[in-house]
């Protein structure tokens, strides 16, 4: 990783500083300030954007140890620190990152003698701001407790928002002055007007339970529910961040999450690989024509390798209940279960080039010992780790997964959570081997399905927190429910759709859920899925309106992916490729829904067909009811040949 840095660092001399009425903070363009003032000993802050005012006057601060310490307070050792880097991703959205802000941070104390205080620290992007609170050894005393989050965030102006929802359709739409969702998961993202967004959410979750989000049709408030565990020794909470732009997909664009992490901790990260990956859960039970069954077994694990290794596709994922029940303690996770040879598998897998990602759940990891666990799989050869169904309180699921993550990179295992994980968080520049996570319902992976407006939504809004696993990339979808035990309702949606989730969705790992012979009996419009790389260059949203529709662009070397996708409703939106080098003609082959597709009604029915384009054409898509539609643009000369 290649990181250049400047950084200024000063002090500002204020030697009555608990005086000062207020102060400002400023992004590295000027444009977004943000106002922290103390008058009359009462801690608030303003945020202004531009000329636009998006947080009125708004309280800041904590409750600890049953002391308020937003009022009667005093503000002392102010700092102000500017940092721009560059630095490389090892798998992420852009291949690299721009790390531009400045930061400041400054003491918050009660007023008196001997007094309470803690440190807050505030990084102001051009798009984009985040605090935190931070404990040095000093604050500490006895011992610290937050009891409540103080800070209450007043927006200027009536505001339309939406929130993360676990496994269901997201939250919202929901008018701030018409309506009180109560309280909501994060992200949260809020539009102000048609050319004003903002989302929520937090970075570094590594010590704490997620906070949620208290809603209110009260002046438009919102407030942070907390619940924070007593500590005796220095620490910081994550950071409350808050990511801006003109567009809905200026905020999945964002990299301020990553940026809130810190720099990555494993010294040869060269193991760490992107990829597509067949998955034995859902073929379960499916017949071939030649009369062959796919079960749990590793002859049917040979089968699928084979196909992987023909088709571009780099691993194979090997689900629940490979070595006994998942879910009962005499499963031990360094055996097999009859009909499974891991170690024989393993080695045919490595013969053709492809890894093994092996399943994996709490109850085997706690009862037969997580690190005895994962140095078993290092051992047989495998590449990743699904872990799923973790138990306990939320921030014991924070603690376990990050020393989930660390044990995972001591073995050179990658690892991809599901089943309600904790948020994404930006974590993944820190630890690059935590791949992905299920944040959100992954089609056809419980029992039951969600509509395309579900699809749209998610990628602009769960995607807001990172990576994620939704298992996209059906084809069999008439009949996938039928005969095999794993699918359990009939899934909505158009197949030339379903490729293009693998576009508009980001994932270290995109898992292919249905069987080897449903994507050659479509072999044409699987031939997209082939071309696509093990990891894409860059992500773009080219166009998208919540809920209604998203059009994603991604580079693979000299060559582009266009996924778009839309709701229930039929609609053809027009698209503008000027992302193209102006120096190069193009081939573009377009996979479409056919002039009869819907959802429910003709899913599998598609049309392709290419056309030359180049940097300035404008390009009208026409997507069916809850259809999509897909463009592979391949580079065949420059314009000067």
Not at 94 to 104: C, G, I, P
Not at 584 to 611: C, F, G, H, Q
Request: proline letters at 3%; charged letters at 25%.
């Amino acid at each position: 990783m290649k990181i250049k840095i400047s950084v200024i660092l000063f002090l500002l001399s204020l030697a009555s500083c608990s005086k000062q009425s207020d102060f400002q903070l400023v992004s590295p363009n000027g444009e977004l300030k943000v106002i922290i003032s103390n008058l009359n000993n009462s801690s608030a802050f303003t945020v202004i954007d531009g000329t636009d005012t998006i947080l009125r006057s708004s309280n800041l601060g904590l409750k600890i140890n049953g002391l308020s310490l937003t009022e009667n307070v005093m503000f002392r050792d102010f700092k102000k620190t500017e940092v721009d880097e560059t630095w490389e991703t090892i798998i992420g959205k852009q291949r690299t990152v721009n790390n531009h802000y400045n930061a400041y941070k400054w003491q918050v104390a009660t007023t008196g003698q001997s007094p309470q205080f803690y440190e807050i620290v505030f990084r102001l992007y051009d798009k984009g701001f985040a605090y935190r609170y931070e404990f040095p050894s000093e604050a500490i005393q006895d011992s610290i407790k937050i009891d409540q989050e103080l800070t209450g965030l007043n927006f200027r102006n009536d505001f339309t928002y939406w929130a993360y929802n676990g496994e269901k359709h997201n939250v919202g739409p929901i008018n701030s002055a018409e309506k009180n969702a109560g309280e909501v998961k994060i992200p949260m993202v809020m539009q102000f007007n048609d050319d004003s967004f903002m989302a929520i959410h937090e970075a570094e979750i590594t010590e704490f339970a997620p906070f949620t989000i208290a809603t209110s049709t009260k002046d438009q408030s919102l407030e942070f529910n907390i619940n924070y565990s007593k500590r005796d020794k220095p620490f910081k909470t994550s950071w409350r961040a808050f990511m801006l732009g003109e567009k809905a997909g200026d905020l999945v664009e964002s990299d301020l999450l990553v940026n809130l992490n810190e720099p990555i901790k494993i010294s040869d990260p060269s193991w760490i690989k992107g990829g597509k990956s067949l998955w034995d859960w859902r073929v379960l039970g499916f017949r071939t024509d030649d009369g062959f069954e796919y079960q749990l077994n590793t002859e049917s694990h040979k089968r699928m390798i084979d196909f992987a290794s023909a088709n571009n596709i780099q691993y194979l994922l090997i689900d629940a209940d490979w070595y006994g029940d998942e879910f009962s303690e005499s499963s031990d996770p360094t055996t097999t279960r009859d009909g499974v040879d891991i170690e024989e598998c393993m080695r045919y897998a490595t013969a053709n080039n492809i890894g093994i990602i092996l399943y994996l759940n709490d109850v085997g990891a706690k009862k037969f010992g997580l690190e005895r666990v994962l140095k078993q799989f290092s051992e047989w050869g495998a590449i990743g780790v699904k872990y799923g169904f973790m138990q306990g309180g939320l921030e014991e699921k924070v603690k376990h997964t990050r020393a989930i993550v660390e044990l995972c990179a001591k073995y050179k295992l990658m690892v991809n959570f599901h089943d309600n994980p904790i948020p994404p968080s930006g974590d993944r520049r820190t630890w690059p081997n935590l791949i992905t996570k299920e944040f959100g319902h992954a089609q056809g992976d419980a029992k039951y399905s969600h509509y395309p407006e579900t699809s749209v939504n998610q990628v602009l809004i769960n995607q807001i927190a990172g990576p994620l696993d939704f298992t996209n990339g059906w084809f069999d979808l008439d009949a996938a429910h039928i005969g095999r035990p794993k699918v359990f309702e009939e899934i909505p949606g158009t197949v030339v759709a379903e490729v293009a989730k693998l576009i508009t969705i980001y994932s270290g790992w995109m898992v292919l859920p249905d069987s080897p012979e449903a994507y050659l009996e479509k072999e044409d419009l699987f031939d997209c899925i082939r071309k696509m790389p093990a990891q894409f260059d860059s992500f773009k949203v080219l166009d998208a309106g919540l809920d209604n529709y998203v059009s994603v662009a991604r580079k693979a070397g000299e060559d582009w992916f266009v996924g778009s996708l839309t709701n229930r409703e039929a609609r053809s939106i027009t698209l503008d490729l000027s992302f193209l080098s102006e120096k190069e003609k193009y081939e573009a082959i377009l996979y479409e829904d056919a002039e009869n597709s819907d959802y429910l009604s003709n899913k599998e029915s598609y049309t392709i067909r290419s056309m030359p384009v180049n940097a300035n054409t404008k390009l009208v898509v026409r997507m069916s009811n809850g259809g999509g539609h897909v463009m592979y643009i391949k580079k065949i000369s420059n314009k000067e040949e």
